[in-house]
């Protein structure tokens, strides 16, 4: 089922931190230090998938989350194939 782009907006802005204590910040116009604009928002029932363009479309991620649990996300960089969990930390 497809949700309005503005739930993924919703969704992912915050502070992140992913297993190694990295901390990463989403804002509402960047994906870390870059740019970045939501493409698509997905639920299956089990899981919400939010789909960006980062930098004008020269990276593509999928974030997704447990409708269960909205403060973990997993991060796929679809043009790298770089993997990453992330929890919530503000």
């Known amino acids: 089922m497809l949700i309005k782009i503005s739930r993924g907006y919703e969704l ?42 980062v930098n004008g479309g020269r990276s593509i991620n999928t974030l997704t989350f447990d409708n269960n649990n909205p403060n973990y996300m997993m991060l796929n960089n679809v043009s790298t194939g770089y993997s990453a969990d992330y929890v919530r930390v503000g």
């Open 12 to 53: 992912i802005e915050g502070t992140w931190q992913d297993r190694d204590g990295s901390i990463m910040s989403i804002t509402d116009r960047d994906f870390g230090k870059a740019p970045y604009s939501v493409r698509s928002v997905s639920n299956d029932g089990s899981y919400t998938v939010v789909t960006i363009s």
